[in-house]
């Protein structure tokens, strides 16, 4: 029953509503209510009845029908409250449809081409919803610059500025504006003069971006010949196109909660081993590293809502493998799609937010179990079992580098959350953005200690933080020892032709002089002084 159906859905997300602050709980509860009660014995469903019994429709055209009629009824009131309930029976109306046909619904889906969002707050999960076909930009109130919603964004190839709350009272519905991802502007109804630049400006990016694509077979090497490797992040599945078309060596990060997001239910086994089999052969035998759950704090599945709770510090919280192996359900599945899907590509298994050898110790000996279960049903699975590595992406696990190193096939450092949780600054907080450093000596000094706990246990470590992508930053990681970087797909070319321009040595030596500065400022100046020569 399709009015039951729809119903059902009005009631889970009256009970998401009852979350939200009062007076919008209160809002949407009004106006939920009223979408419930059109669905029983209203008009809308007498006379959608009354379409089938006596003009023999089928059940899509007479709900079309009658919506049009009604809504249609409503948008010629002369009472302006009332004629805009015309919206809300036409939204009642594509719910029902989208019912009959069994097909689940996507927020932000029916934009105009060009749309440019702007809102208070996009969620990674909205985010992930928006198609680059009809976006051609965000701009959000609240937010950091690398936020997940800010890294998606990167990733979709979308213009964003994010952490403007000026903007939103001084935007309606139908202007036109101007979004300036690298400079962070944004421009409301520019004068033609304005308008021409930025197109001008448009197409030379672009130009200077297919420039650089002819630098995609060419390898990552510095000036003193060392090879460097380049990889990309990828946070949803079509993305790998994305990834072949920039030159990327392999995957260096998959964000599998992204399957987790946007629907009701958990992803099965068999969902998640078919989402990572397409992205394994996809990539052509090119290595593919799987990161294990990564929700809590901004990525709260709904389908999860009742395991994570709630938490006064939700980046400090139950989240990522603290979650996996709380609920391991979820980590003995995901490890079993995972290892069924290596045998179509070589795999490696990335777990996050590591603090201790023993979580290493415990996702290995349930990754063991699920092999067993899974070979005593003569099912195929990876052999050997793919390595698996931890996020070094907590200052503790950074400075325990040398014992975790003793638990682990490889590491991948995480500089988003790394900076976060050593200064203590909120990645997604746009009051404290300013602050917000990976260039913090801090910083450097965890990375560079990292790096060294790797050589020294001779496991390969990589940076795969939004760090790996920015190429004022290359020098310095290199010099550091860093001889792998995973970034979004559009990044690659870009540090490919630094990396090309670079004298490894000479980097290594600015490194140690930058090694010895006390503030970020300092750093800052003698990494862009290095850059500005070579
Ligand atoms: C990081 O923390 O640097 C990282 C790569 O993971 P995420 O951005 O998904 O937290
Ligand atoms: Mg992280």
Redesign the pocket.
Not at 413 to 418: A, S
């Given at each position: 029953m399709p009015s039951t159906t729809a119903l059902t859905q009005i009631d889970k997300l009256a009970m998401k509503a009852s979350d939200l602050p009062a007076s919008a709980a209160e809002e949407l509860g009004y106006l939920l209510q009223a979408h419930g009660q059109m669905l029983q014995g209203s008009r809308l469903v007498r006379g959608v009845e009354k379409r089938i019994r006596g003009e023999r429709l089928n059940a899509e055209a007479a709900v079309s029908q009658e919506v049009g009629e009604i809504s249609h009824a409503f948008s010629q009131m002369e009472d302006s409250y009332l004629s805009e309930r015309s919206k809300d029976v036409r939204d009642v109306g594509q719910r029902l449809l989208r019912c009959l046909m069994q097909t689940p619904y996507r927020a932000l889906a029916d934009l105009p081409m060009g749309t440019v969002v702007v809102a208070d707050e996009l969620t990674p999960a909205d985010t992930a919803l928006l198609d680059p076909h009809l976006v051609a930009g965000f701009v959000t109130a609240v937010g950091g610059a690398q936020d997940?919603t800010g890294?998606l964004a990167r990733s979709l190839a979308l213009p964003a500025v994010v952490g403007t709350a000026e903007l939103l009272n001084h935007v309606k519905n139908g202007d036109i504006i101007v979004v300036d991802g690298v400079t962070g502007q944004v421009i409301v109804n520019p004068d033609e003069a304005t308008l021409k630049r930025f197109h001008e400006r448009k197409v030379e990016l672009k130009r200077q971006a297919r420039k650089l694509e002819r630098l995609r077979n060419l390898p990552a090497m510095t000036r003193d010949e060392v090879q460097i490797s380049l990889q990309a992040?990828i946070d949803l599945p079509g993305e790998i196109d994305g990834a072949l078309e920039h030159g990327a060596e392999g995957i260096g990060?998959y964000?599998t909660e992204y399957v987790f997001l946007n629907r009701d239910d958990v992803p099965t086994q068999d969902e998640q081993y078919v989402e990572l089999r397409n992205i394994i052969e996809g990539m052509k035998g090119r290595t593919v590293t799987v990161r294990t759950l990564?929700v809590g704090n901004d990525k709260l599945p709904y389908s999860l809502g009742e395991h994570l709770g709630v938490s006064a510090n939700p980046a400090m919280g139950l989240r990522a493998i603290r979650l996996s192996l709380k609920v391991q359900s979820l980590l003995e599945n995901q490890l079993s799609a995972i290892l069924r899907a290596g045998i179509h590509g070589p795999v490696r298994i990335l777990i996050?937010m590591i603090s201790t050898s023993s979580e290493m110790r415990q996702v290995r000996q349930i990754m063991k179990k699920v092999a067993t279960r899974l070979r005593r049903k003569k099912i195929k699975i990876a052999d050997p079992l793919p390595p698996v590595g931890a996020?070094i992406?907590i200052p503790g696990a950074a400075l325990s580098a040398d014992g975790l190193a003793r638990d682990c096939d490889f590491f991948s450092?995480?500089?988003?959350?790394?900076t976060m949780y050593t200064l203590a600054i909120d990645r997604g907080d746009e009051q404290v953005a300013h602050l917000y450093s990976p260039l913090h000596p801090a910083v450097l000094r965890l990375i560079q200690f990292t790096t060294a706990a790797a050589l020294r246990a001779r496991i390969p470590v990589n940076v795969?933080?939004?760090m790996a992508g920015d190429e004022r930053m290359t020098a310095i990681l290199l010099g550091l020892g860093i001889r792998d970087l995973s970034m979004a797909s559009a990044a690659v070319p870009r540090v490919k032709q630094r990396i090309r321009g670079l004298d490894l040595s000479e980097a290594t030596r600015r490194a140690q002089t930058i090694m010895e500065q006390a503030d970020s400022g300092m750093v800052a100046a003698l990494l862009d002084d290095f850059n500005a020569l070579a």
């Open positions: 997940h890294i992040n990060l964000r990564d996050p996020m992406e450092i995480g500089t988003n959350d790394l795969c933080g939004e």
